[in-house]
């Protein structure tokens, strides 16, 4: 019997029943499973619902009152499962094997519909079991004591029928269900997107309207009425969906499939936004889409379900829940509800991290723009505030450094420009500096490594012509100059703060105080005090300001040697610039460069003054004072300048020595000793056909001057007659000849070259009167550079060097450069920098006598 | 001047020196070609003055020198008298 399988726990009520008990139970029994047979398939009328109650009621008069619940449930899931259930997932079956971009519009209808007709199913079976409630009910009505448990007789037998009703759902769940319910929201919201963005486009065409035609379309008002509906009516629409899937129990998979609809949207909004613009700033728009798309519909949604209504005025419930929707001009005063704003921080968050994922991969670009690109950086700079992921940042950015910057191909200038973009760039984000050490670390590292790295570093400073290429200077300026106009404008904001500081102010700012972050280096000052200094983290590549201002100065002695105008404003302007960064005394030196420049301009005024009063007459191939002007230097302040011999020409010879003599009777008891091999000649050569300028150095000169005398020279003899070695005569020979002036044969006597004016170039090609600079090869430089001075001072600890990596295999930088202290105490000690032996060793390795492997340093096999 | 050669500008280089028999002044141990420690600029600035012994000195050395000594000024190289050349 099936209903001793059922209730085992009133089987000891059996024993002590009479048989007219059982009698009568047995005939409800049967009574009641025939009606509640009928009730549920829908056939029986007002009068089954009679008899059925009554043997309800008999049944509960002995104690069977879970059983009429239990089998009357179990009936109504039985008929669920048929007709319910089955039919509902059968509109879908023809979507099982198919992907969302294919489901189509109709799977829209298709969804609604079978919601619609499962809810009327829904609606049927809870009718059914109110019959039976209204049956147990009357029962009880009778027995006093059970007379307040009324409601909870309702209450419990429905939650059974729901829980009942949606794990028979969720047991015949297919599996693509989930996805259908994804793609719908995520057309909807699209749709929803879409309108309020055509809105948006109205609105701002109606602010371009003046005002006459304001006021006509104000009066008709229907554009926006008819957007405004349409938004409504799709919102109620989804609203439906929502509220039956939720009254099948589906709640929390309809909250996943629009919430994930909304976040795929979200995230699809700000990729188109964001873009690979980086000059405009994205944060705002994408702030505003949030506010006007998903959250306005949430807002929508969640009062047409009922969840949400909380508004600056309380709602009286009269209105309809849509009625509170606020306009999408936000005039409204509205108090979202604790949902929405929850939702509003969870999109927000996730909006921000998004664009700050894709900023952060971007960087480089980001970065090579900058300061075109400040906008984006502001955007990095809000997003990781508030998600607080620099760490991302620093890692991203550090690995596409290794990858694109630090490698063999790219030029040091190029390598200096992106780490000068980088800290402005990430001054922006953090102004503490805290990252920008994180990331600055492997590019210093990398720079410290190359050669070329001081000189480049003060190209660019100094140097205006080479130097940014994109920074946000004038063309022209120079990084110092650049930098100083920043730190003017620094103050001058600085002062305004001040200004309009008042005691408010002054608790927010104390408030808002925060320790430093673990990443910074305590030892490099406290957050407040820190400011990132460009300047300062370029000196730290090179070391030290003195290797700085070393390196300057040689550049300095080879543009001041060059000068023949003694125009020398930029330079002033530099080393006042530099002065101010390195103080007066590093740069002492260098004004006395300048200062020489400056004498010797007034020097050779007064020595043309002087020889035009003696008014002597020229003799015949005697050059007029006129033709000569002079750079007389202090050389214990100069760099060393590379002094070779050289015979000049008679006439220019004499000219010479009459100077000299004019600037001791000037300056008594000073003297003039002429470095002959520097300076500068312009010549212009008459041939034939043409005439021909030359700007030239004079040892050029001095050869190209021999041919007046002679139009043919061996070799031999025109080394001998300008006092150079014939190697050195060969190599600047080569200029001449390059541009057709001299022709090389082979001589007669001995295979020595012989060398003849071409008197006429007709056929050389060459333009007319074209100023040429003869070739400034490096072995050509008549100041020593830096690098070579160090060399010549390093090279007694070569052997030293060679001989400790013989001992000990192979050694850090550190290692050699301790070791190189404690043994080379006296005669010379050594006194050199970390970065000094290491641009020493960097030397060697180029020149194969040393390797460099993982950061050591051995002999080259 | 051939024809050939039609113009000539000449710009050269040189450095000054003072032309002293020493390259060091006795005093201050500085190079003559320098400046004495209390000058910034070589040259004009920081001229060189002879004694009547024929040796040489920072002027502003010497002057220092001389207005340190209680009683009559002896030159720090020879310890003759000082008196300046003529
Ligand atoms: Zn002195
Ligand atoms: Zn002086
Ligand atoms: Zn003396």
Same mark, same amino acid.
């Given at each position: 019997?099936?209903?001793?399988?059922?209730?085992?726990?009133?089987?000891?009520?059996?024993?002590?029943?009479?048989?007219?008990?059982?009698?009568?139970?047995?005939?409800?029994?049967?009574?009641?499973?025939?009606?509640?047979?009928?009730?549920?398939?829908?056939?029986?009328?007002?009068?089954?619902?009679?008899?059925?109650?009554?043997?309800?009621?008999?049944?509960?008069?002995?104690?069977?009152?879970?059983?009429?619940?239990?089998?009357?449930?179990?009936?109504?899931?039985?008929?669920?499962?048929?007709?319910?259930?089955?039919?509902?997932?059968?509109?879908?079956?023809?979507?099982?094997?198919?992907?969302?971009?294919?489901?189509?519009?109709?799977?829209?209808?298709?969804?609604?519909?079978?919601?619609?007709?499962?809810?009327?199913?829904?609606?049927?079976?809870?009718?059914?079991?109110?019959?039976?409630?209204?049956?147990?009910?009357?029962?009880?009505?009778?027995?006093?004591?059970?007379?307040?448990?009324?409601?909870?007789?309702?209450?419990?037998?429905?939650?059974?029928?729901?829980?009942?009703?949606?794990?028979?759902?969720?047991?015949?769940?297919?599996?693509?269900?989930?996805?259908?319910?994804?793609?719908?929201?995520?057309?909807?919201?699209?749709?929803?997107?879409?309108?309020?963005?055509?809105?948006?486009?109205?609105?701002?065409?109606?602010?371009?309207?003046?005002?006459?035609?304001?006021?006509?379309?104000?009066?008709?008002?229907?554009?926006?009425?008819?957007?405004?509906?349409?938004?409504?009516?799709?919102?109620?629409?989804?609203?439906?969906?929502?509220?039956?899937?939720?009254?099948?129990?589906?709640?929390?998979?309809?909250?996943?499939?629009?919430?994930?609809?909304?976040?795929?949207?979200?995230?699809?909004?700000?990729?188109?936004?964001?873009?690979?613009?980086?000059?405009?700033?994205?944060?705002?728009?994408?702030?505003?889409?949030?506010?006007?798309?998903?959250?306005?519909?949430?807002?929508?949604?969640?009062?047409?379900?009922?969840?949400?209504?909380?508004?600056?005025?309380?709602?009286?419930?009269?209105?309809?829940?849509?009625?509170?929707?606020?306009?999408?001009?936000?005039?409204?005063?509205?108090?979202?509800?604790?949902?929405?704003?929850?939702?509003?921080?969870?999109?927000?968050?996730?909006?921000?991290?998004?664009?700050?994922?894709?900023?952060?991969?971007? #960087?480089?670009?980001?970065?090579?723009?900058?300061?075109?690109?400040?906008?984006?950086?502001?955007?990095?700079?809000?997003? #990781?505030?508030?998600?607080?992921?620099?760490?991302?940042?620093?890692?991203?950015?550090?690995?596409?450094?290794?990858?694109?910057?630090?490698?063999?191909?790219?030029?040091?200038?190029?390598?200096?420009?992106?780490? &000068?973009?980088?800290?402005?760039?990430?001054?922006?984000?953090?102004?503490?500096?805290?990252?920008?050490?994180?990331?600055?670390?492997?590019?210093?590292?990398?720079?410290?490594?190359?050669?070329?790295?001081?000189?480049?570093?003060?190209?660019?400073?100094?140097?205006?012509?080479?130097?940014?290429?994109?920074?946000?200077?004038?063309?022209?300026?120079?990084?110092?100059?650049?930098?100083?106009?920043?730190?003017?404008?620094?103050?001058?904001?600085?002062?305004?703060?001040?200004?309009?500081?008042?005691?408010?102010?002054?608790?927010?700012?104390?408030?808002?105080?925060?320790?430093?972050? &673990?990443?910074?280096?305590?030892?490099?000052?406290?957050?407040?005090?820190?400011?990132?200094?460009?300047?300062?983290?370029?000196?730290?590549?090179?070391?030290?300001?003195?290797?700085?201002?070393?390196?300057?100065?040689?550049?300095?002695?080879?543009?001041?040697?060059?000068?023949?105008?003694?125009?020398?404003?930029?330079?002033?302007?530099?080393?006042?610039?530099?002065?101010?960064?390195?103080?007066?005394?590093?740069?002492?030196?260098?004004?006395?460069?300048?200062?020489?420049?400056?004498?010797?301009?007034?020097?050779?005024?007064?020595?043309?003054?002087?020889?035009?009063?003696?008014?002597?007459?020229?003799?015949?191939?005697?050059?007029?004072?006129?033709?000569?002007?002079?750079?007389?230097?202090?050389?214990?302040?100069?760099?060393?300048?590379?002094?070779?011999?050289?015979?000049?020409?008679?006439?220019?010879?004499?000219?010479?020595?009459?100077?000299?003599?004019?600037?001791?009777?000037?300056?008594?008891?000073?003297?003039?000793?002429?470095?002959?091999?520097?300076?500068?000649?312009?010549?212009?050569?008459?041939?034939?056909?043409?005439?021909?300028?030359?700007?030239?150095?004079?040892?050029?000169?001095?050869?190209?001057?021999?041919?007046?005398?002679?139009?043919?020279?061996?070799?031999?003899?025109?080394?001998?007659?300008?006092?150079?070695?014939?190697?050195?005569?060969?190599?600047?020979?080569?200029?001449?000849?390059?541009?057709?002036?001299?022709?090389?044969?082979?001589?007669?006597?001995?295979?020595?070259?012989?060398?003849?004016?071409?008197?006429?170039?007709?056929?050389?090609?060459?333009?007319?009167?074209?100023?040429?600079?003869?070739?400034?090869?490096?072995?050509?430089?008549?100041?020593?550079?830096?690098?070579?001075?160090?060399?010549?001072?390093?090279?007694?600890?070569?052997?030293?060097?060679?001989?400790?990596?013989?001992?000990?295999?192979?050694?850090?930088?550190?290692?050699?450069?301790?070791?190189?202290?404690?043994?080379?105490?006296?005669?010379?000690?050594?006194?050199?920098?970390?970065?000094?032996?290491?641009?020493?060793?960097?030397?060697?390795?180029?020149?194969?006598?040393?390797?460099?492997?993982?950061?050591?340093?051995?002999?080259?096999? | 001047?051939?024809?050939?050669?039609?113009?000539?500008?000449?710009?050269?280089?040189?450095?000054?020196?003072?032309?002293?028999?020493?390259?060091?002044?006795?005093?201050?141990?500085?190079?003559?070609?320098?400046?004495?420690?209390?000058?910034?600029?070589?040259?004009?600035?920081?001229?060189?003055?002879?004694?009547?012994?024929?040796?040489?000195?920072?002027?502003?050395?010497?002057?220092?020198?001389?207005?340190?000594?209680?009683?009559?000024?002896?030159?720090?190289?020879?310890?003759?008298?000082?008196?300046?050349?003529?």
């Amino acid at each position: 019997m099936e209903f001793l399988g059922a209730s085992e726990c009133n089987l000891g009520i059996l024993e002590t029943l009479s048989d007219d008990t059982i009698q009568e139970i047995t005939e409800s029994y049967d009574g009641f499973f025939t009606t509640v047979e009928s009730i549920v398939a829908g056939t029986g009328d007002s009068s089954v619902e009679k008899e059925f109650a009554s043997h309800v009621y008999s049944l509960c008069k002995h104690g069977l009152d879970s059983l009429v619940r239990d089998h009357f449930l179990r009936s109504l899931e039985q008929a669920f499962e048929k007709r319910g259930a089955s039919s509902f997932w059968h509109h879908f079956d023809a979507y099982s094997d198919k992907n969302h971009p294919s489901y189509g519009e109709e799977i829209k209808e298709v969804l609604c519909k079978a919601l619609e007709e499962i809810s009327i199913e829904k609606q049927y079976h809870e009718k059914c079991l109110s019959v039976v409630v209204h049956a147990l009910q009357s029962f009880k009505d009778q027995s006093p004591e059970a007379r307040l448990n009324s409601d909870v007789e309702r209450v419990q037998l429905f939650s059974r029928f729901r829980s009942m009703l949606s794990s028979t759902l969720m047991t015949t769940l297919p599996q693509h269900f989930p996805e259908i319910l994804h793609w719908y929201f995520k057309e909807k919201l699209e749709e929803l997107s879409a309108i309020m963005d055509e809105d948006d486009t109205q609105e701002r065409e109606s602010d371009c309207m003046d005002l006459d035609e304001k006021l006509r379309s104000k009066n008709g008002e229907m554009d926006v009425d008819e957007g405004f509906s349409r938004h409504d009516d799709l919102v109620k629409n989804i609203g439906k969906v929502v509220r039956d899937l939720r009254s099948i129990g589906f709640t929390s998979m309809a909250e996943n499939a629009y919430a994930s609809a909304i976040f795929l949207l979200l995230k699809a909004k700000v990729h188109e936004l964001a873009g690979d613009d980086y000059r405009t700033s994205v944060l705002g728009s994408i702030k505003e889409w949030i506010q006007t798309v998903p959250l306005q519909f949430l807002n929508a949604l969640l009062s047409y379900l009922g969840d949400s209504v909380s508004y600056g005025t309380t709602s009286s419930g009269l209105t309809s829940p849509l009625a509170c929707c606020p306009t999408p001009s936000f005039s409204k005063v509205v108090t979202p509800s604790e949902g929405i704003v929850r939702w509003k921080l969870r999109l927000e968050y996730f909006a921000y991290e998004t664009l700050q994922d894709l900023r952060i991969a971007k #960087l480089f670009e980001i970065i090579v723009d900058y300061p075109e690109s400040s906008s984006a950086i502001e955007d990095l700079k809000q997003c #990781l505030e508030y998600t607080g992921q620099h760490s991302k940042l620093v890692e991203s950015f550090i690995s596409s450094l290794k990858y694109r910057l630090l490698t063999a191909g790219a030029s040091t200038n190029d390598i200096l420009h992106q780490y &000068v973009s980088t800290i402005k760039a990430l001054r922006a984000i953090d102004p503490a500096g805290v990252f920008l050490e994180a990331v600055g670390e492997p590019i210093r590292d990398y720079l410290r490594g190359r050669k070329d790295t001081i000189k480049c570093i003060v190209t660019m400073l100094t140097d205006g012509s080479g130097g940014n290429a994109n920074g946000s200077g004038n063309p022209g300026d120079s990084l110092l100059e650049e930098l100083m106009r920043d730190d003017e404008s620094q103050e001058n904001v600085g002062f305004d703060d001040d200004f309009h500081t008042d005691d408010k102010q002054a608790w927010i700012n104390a408030s808002r105080w925060e320790p430093d972050p &673990v990443e910074a280096d305590p030892l490099k000052g406290s957050l407040s005090q820190r400011k990132v200094d460009i300047l300062g983290m370029l000196v730290d590549i090179i070391g030290s300001k003195e290797q700085l201002v070393n390196e300057y100065r040689v550049m300095l002695a080879e543009k001041l040697l060059n000068k023949i105008d003694y125009d020398i404003d930029t330079e002033i302007r530099t080393v006042e610039l530099l002065k101010i960064h390195f103080g007066e005394a590093s740069m002492q030196r260098c004004e006395i460069m300048l200062n020489d420049l400056i004498d010797s301009k007034r020097v050779n005024t007064n020595i043309k003054k002087a020889s035009s009063q003696t008014g002597a007459e020229l003799g015949e191939n005697e050059l007029s004072v006129d033709n000569l002007t002079s750079t007389i230097l202090s050389t214990n302040f100069w760099p060393p300048i590379q002094d070779e011999p050289l015979e000049l020409p008679g006439p220019i010879d004499k000219l010479l020595s009459d100077y000299a003599n004019r600037y001791h009777e000037i300056k008594t008891p000073r003297k003039l000793l002429w470095k002959k091999n520097l300076g500068t000649v312009k010549l212009e050569l008459q041939f034939e056909d043409r005439a021909m300028q030359f700007t030239v150095s004079p040892t050029h000169a001095a050869i190209i001057m021999q041919f007046q005398e002679k139009k043919s020279w061996t070799s031999i003899d025109l080394a001998a007659a300008i006092g150079i070695p014939i190697e050195a005569l060969n190599r600047r020979v080569n200029f001449w000849i390059s541009k057709g002036v001299l022709r090389e044969s082979t001589g007669t006597v001995s295979n020595a070259n012989v060398y003849t004016l071409v008197e006429s170039i007709t056929d050389s090609g060459k333009n007319e009167s074209e100023e040429l600079l003869a070739g400034d090869e490096e072995s050509e430089r008549s100041i020593a550079s830096v690098e070579d001075q160090l060399r010549k001072e390093m090279t007694i600890y070569e052997k030293f060097i060679m001989g400790m990596l013989t001992n000990f295999g192979n050694m850090a930088l550190e290692r050699i450069h301790n070791t190189l202290k404690m043994f080379c105490v006296a005669d010379p000690s050594y006194d050199k920098s970390l970065q000094q032996l290491q641009s020493f060793l960097s030397g060697l390795v180029s020149e194969e006598k040393l390797e460099f492997r993982e950061g050591m340093y051995l002999l080259k096999k | 001047m051939s024809p050939w050669l039609r113009k000539t500008e000449w710009h050269a280089v040189a450095s000054w020196t003072w032309d002293a028999q020493d390259e060091t002044c006795g005093i201050c141990r500085m190079p003559f070609d320098g400046c004495c420690p209390d000058c910034k600029l070589p040259g004009d600035d920081c001229p060189l003055i002879w004694g009547a012994c024929n040796h040489s000195f920072h002027l502003h050395c010497i002057l220092k020198w001389v207005n340190s000594q209680t009683s009559q000024a002896h030159c720090p190289m020879c310890r003759r008298e000082w008196q300046f050349k003529e």
